[in-house]
Structure formats: structure tokens, C-alpha cells
């Protein structure tokens, strides 16, 4: 298996590649160009951006793809452009058309309904999304003419700020956290017919995903330009920064050779819980628990050995 995995990622690069997409290229589309650049298949994403939206793409590059389904913050905020006056059958302005009106809000109305916006609620996932029913996307249906019966999903939103106008006539940005799963283009469709109004996004930009946000992101062209140079491995963040909300553990090279060998440690002292390890070196390991006294090995992002 560890041949295997090489032989997919010859680059040996490891890391976590906070990619800052952009307009009019699916997450798929980065990952194909990635593969190129970083020379490996190896390359694994947290959170699907529609085209139409830039911002925070995690790339989890080599060995730190095991860490995409390990991660404890799934939540998401975003910086998006509500336009009164327009819906469309996607919920977005890429779609058609459905209804227009004559905009009777403005700034102080919108900002006087976003509270109602705050906090847990059911939202129903739009047709146009990956969402499964009978273990068919509804978008497929959606672009067949077909309505599928929908069930609400629960969802929260931390938090609701209106942050001003849009470049566009009858837009407002609106910065919005919340939780994995929420359609952001639903909530501004929602935050429309509070208004008396039809609603559309027009814009989304994803300014944090989970741990990771704009500030350590890397557009397209600066990835390209460190291939140059020879710098990618700079532009990649250590696999254990997934991890900071876990409590750090330092063993010693007897028991790092137990853990790459699957083996458990007994009497360890340390309190019962989850870890992020390193051995004797400083070196990230992967993460164990500590059950009884006994350390046992959870997973491990360094080949066995």
C-alpha cells in the first residue's frame, strides 16, 4: 500500500494548499490543474464552490488527504451579493430568469430584516444542488423541468452582517457564517420574500472554510509562479493545523516506533482523550487516544516504517 501511495504522489509534497479559486472554474477544475502543477494525483478538497464563487478552497495535498473526513470545524463564512428585483431558476444569476419587480427596499430595510436570519433553522436544499433523493442528484431533475419533493434540513447561521452595497444596481453584500450545508443562495431568496421582493445572488466569495481563510490563500497564478520557482512546499501548510483544537503529545522514539507499528503503549501517563502526536523530533505523527493508560494509535499521516 505505502509503494502505492508514492507512486501517486511523486512529488512527496504534504500539506494542506489553501487555494483562493476563481470565477468560472468548478472545485473539480482546480483539482485537474492542481494534479499538473503539484505533480501527484494525490490531491483531495473540503468544501465544493460552485463556478460562479471564488475564495477558500482547502486542497489537502499527498498523506494530509486522510485528513478531509477527520475534521472537527466544517463551518463556513461567506461575503455574498443579494440583488432585489430579479429571481431565477437557480437561484443565482447564472440561471434563467423567472420574475422581476420594481425594487421597494434599501439599505435600512435589508439591514432591519437580517436578524430574523440568525441562528438554527430548517432550510430546504434548492433543485439546482448535489443534494441526493432516491440516490439521484437534484440538479439532474432540475435540469430535466422535474420537481422533486424536498425534505428541510436543519441548519444554523452564526451570524448576519450587512457589510454595503454592491457594484450593482439593488445589490447588497451580506457577510454570512454558518454551517456546513447551508445554501447561501436560499437564505438571500429567503431574505427577499421577507422583503416583499424576489431575490438573487449575484456574487459569493468564500472568505473562511473551517480553520482556513483568505489569509493564508494562494490564487492560481501564485501557485503557478512558486512552480517556477521551485517553492511549492512553501506555499503548504503542515497536515497538524487541521488538528489545533486537539491537545499536543510528545513521545519518545520507543513509543513512536509502537505507534508506526500499530502497537499500543501501556502505562502511559497521560489524562484520557483524543491527541495530535509528535515523536522525539518534533515530528507530526498522526493522532492517538489515551484510553485507561493505554495509547493506541488512531491514525497516522507518516509512512509506516
Same mark, same amino acid.
Given at each position: ?77 461567506? $461575503?455574498?451579493? !443579494? #440583488?432585489? *428585483? &430579479?429571481?431565477?431558476?437557480? %437561484?443565482?444569476? +447564472?440561471? @434563467?430568469?423567472?420574475?422581476? /419587480? ?101 456574487? $459569493?466569495?468564500? !472568505? #473562511?472554510? *473551517? &480553520?482556513?481563510?483568505?489569509? %493564508?490563500?494562494? +490564487?492560481? @497564478?501564485?501557485?503557478?509562479? /512558486? ?79
Amino acid at each position: 500500500m505505502s509503494r502505492a501511495r508514492k507512486n501517486d504522489n511523486p512529488s512527496g509534497l504534504q500539506g494542506i494548499l489553501v487555494v483562493d479559486k476563481p470565477t468560472g472554474w468548478t472545485s473539480f477544475d482546480v483539482l485537474a490543474k492542481l494534479r499538473g502543477v503539484l505533480s501527484t494525483r494525490g490531491l483531495g478538497h473540503s468544501g465544493t464552490l460552485d463556478p460562479m464563487a471564488t475564495g477558500v478552497l482547502p486542497v489537502f495535498v499527498g498523506g494530509a488527504r486522510k485528513a478531509v473526513d477527520l475534521q472537527q470545524d466544517h463551518n463556513k463564512t461567506y $461575503l455574498a451579493t !443579494l #440583488k432585489l *428585483g &430579479v429571481a431565477t431558476d437557480t %437561484g443565482d444569476t +447564472t440561471g @434563467e430568469v423567472l420574475r422581476t /419587480a420594481a425594487v421597494t427596499a434599501g439599505e435600512a430595510e435589508v439591514r432591519a430584516v437580517l436578524p430574523r436570519f440568525a441562528g438554527e433553522q430548517m432550510q430546504l436544499p434548492p433543485m439546482y444542488s448535489a443534494v441526493k433523493v432516491n440516490g439521484q442528484p437534484l440538479y439532474k431533475a432540475a435540469r430535466k423541468g422535474v420537481e422533486v419533493e424536498r425534505q428541510p434540513r436543519p441548519i444554523t447561521v452564526y451570524s448576519i452582517e450587512y457589510r454595503g452595497r454592491g457594484e450593482g444596481e439593488d445589490e447588497h453584500l451580506i457577510e454570512i457564517a454558518c454551517s456546513k450545508g447551508t445554501y447561501v443562495r436560499v437564505l438571500l431568496e429567503d431574505i427577499g420574500a421577507a422583503l416583499g421582493l424576489p431575490a438573487t445572488m449575484s456574487g $459569493l466569495r468564500r !472568505l #473562511k472554510a *473551517g &480553520v482556513y481563510d483568505l489569509s %493564508g490563500s494562494h +490564487t492560481l @497564478e501564485e501557485i503557478y509562479a /512558486a512552480k517556477e520557482a521551485g517553492t511549492l512546499a512553501d506555499l503548504l501548510l503542515p497536515t497538524d493545523t487541521v488538528f489545533g483544537h486537539l491537545p499536543a503529545l510528545r513521545v519518545d522514539e520507543a513509543t513512536r516506533a509502537r505507534l508506526m507499528n500499530g502497537a499500543p503503549t501501556y502505562r502511559f501517563r497521560a489524562n484520557d482523550g483524543r491527541y495530535r502526536v509528535y515523536g522525539p523530533e518534533a515530528d507530526f505523527l498522526g493522532l492517538a487516544r489515551v484510553e485507561e493508560k493505554v495509547l493506541k494509535v488512531e491514525k497516522l499521516f507518516v509512512e509506516r516504517g
